[in-house]
């Protein structure tokens, strides 16, 4: 089992940033690649970051948050971010932090383990 907490939402106006984290407990952590998704009103959960286990030498991106998104780990604390810049109106939604057992993966079906997610608002 693999627990993890998402930390850092808030609400900031369009063109600020905003730092999410996701703290993980239990199994080894970098045996685990790492995604963030997120999910707005009405709309379907979508993927927006992953990095690979174990080190994140590789990263991958929605094209919607290519050049604003930087997802990281840090291995010696059990961490992952996403680092948030130059957020607009439409990056409004419920970030998930998510642990796959695979190298990296951009789907959501190969992810077993889930947070509870944290509200970002961004207003124009």
């Known amino acids: 089992q693999v627990q993890l907490v998402e930390s850092g939402g808030g609400s900031v106006q369009a063109g600020g940033s905003l730092r999410l984290s996701c703290a993980a407990s239990g199994r080894t952590f970098t045996s685990y690649g790492m995604g963030w998704f997120r999910q707005a009103p009405g709309k379907e959960r979508e993927f927006v970051a992953a990095i690979s286990r174990p080190t994140g030498s590789r990263t991958d991106y929605a094209d919607s948050v290519k050049g604003r998104f930087t997802i990281s780990r840090d291995n010696a604390k059990n961490m992952v971010y996403l680092q948030m810049s130059n957020l607009k109106p439409d990056d409004t939604a419920n970030y998930y932090c998510?642990?796959?057992?695979?190298?990296?993966?951009?789907?959501?079906?190969?992810?077993?383990?889930w947070g509870q997610g944290t509200q970002v608002t961004v207003s124009s």
């Open positions: 998510a642990a796959t057992p695979r190298m990296s993966s951009t789907t959501s079906t190969t992810y077993d383990y």
